[in-house]
């Protein structure tokens, strides 16, 4: 459990001839990408940092472990070549037993810029499988066993997942097939609305769940996958968690009422934990930002971790930091400057958030939660605060996995 992992050596697609199967990009050095942060304990304290993590089942709920180009401004050519490069050799090195790896098919652009399109989503999900199949480090995570069974071993599950259920358009049977696929979780919508419900970046806040959503809930209760509301706007989070016969989470946002960046309000996670649910904290790109910490980094995070766990209780509180391996807020650059032809619409929330003095240093990514093999943090930090090893091994992975025990 949490124990240093095997590695068999194997790189992303070994089993074809770079150059010639596919084209070839120089990728970036991953955990090795910045200087790596690892908060400093004492000796006492380290003893006391192996032994929960030997002891606990440590789960990420939200990454993206893949390599991404050391040039973000490939990024978009190797996005519509549909291959991605799953990041072996560094997941090794983190300590996790089962990562929630939710692809990244709003940048699915195999046959078109908008992404999500279904066949490009099947595409994604069958070439990544094809490769995980080639190597012994890491398994396709699909049941309670198959976490267990990777904690025991030294491997990582890897549990597919997607954060929006766009690609299925107005077919519920598409659920199964994902599901016969081996995906286990789903959001609702992305950031913008679909035929579920509200998107979070939308300017109307008050779109909730739709009909055809609440019909998707109730399939996805069916047949055991985890509903995400990660991307709804709040009233979609809500209503989602009412209608569903089993508990959900939100795999990756802050509390809004002290962070800006990806936040629900304090209403969703209330009712979140009214119905045995679980929030999974986020912090991509530039990470959650608050008056207390204006730059983002593990300070800022966990300071909210802690407004959760106050709020929620210890029990409905986990991780899904949302990183990557490669230069997250340089992939913003470029995507988000992609010509899409979006007007910025009257009267569409802005929210800048607190302003760091001129003098504070901001390194330019997520100190010390800069990619998943930094997860580590989030344990090191509770004991050198004063968190019992129960309630350690609760946020680490423990919530995660009573949640999937209720659901899958």
Known sequence: MGKKKVYDGYKAFDYLEAGFDYKEFELCKGAARVPSYIIPLSKDEEDRFEEVIERSTVISLHEHPVLWPEDMGESMEMKNLGRDFAAYEDLSISRLDCVFDHLMDGMAYVTSYAGWKWGDVIHDIGIRLCDLSQQTSIIHGRTLDDISEATEEGKIALVICLESATPIENELDRIDVLYGLGVRSMGICYSESNLLGGGMGESNKEDGLTNFGYDAVKRMNKVGMLIDVGHTNDRTAIETVE??????????????????????????????????????????????????????????????????????????????????????????????????????????????????????????????????????????????????????????????????????
Not at 261 to 270: A, I, M, Q, R
């Open 243 to 408: 209608a569903s016969d089993k508990p959900i989470y939100d795999s990756h946002s802050g509390p809004g009422a002290i962070a800006w960046g990806h936040t629900k309000g304090d209403e969703v996670l209330h009712t979140l934990t009214e119905n045995e649910g679980l929030l999974g904290v986020g912090g991509a790109g530039r990470g959650l930002r608050t008056e207390k910490n204006p730059i983002g980094n593990i300070e800022s995070y966990m300071e909210c971790v802690e407004y959760c766990i106050d709020l929620m209780g210890i029990d409905h509180v986990g991780c899904g930091p949302d990183t990557l391996y490669g230069d997250h807020p340089g992939l913003y650059t470029y995507w988000f400057s992609r010509p899409l032809g979006h007007h910025r619409r009257p009267g569409q929330e802005q929210r800048t958030g607190p302003q760091a003095s001129p003098d504070a240093e901001d390194p330019g990514y997520v100190k010390g939660l800069e990619n998943p093999s930094e997860f580590i943090n989030v344990a090191r930090w509770m004991i050198k605060h004063g968190y019992s090893d129960e309630e350690t091994s609760k946020v680490i992975g423990g919530n995660a996995l009573n949640l999937l025990e209720k659901v899958w």
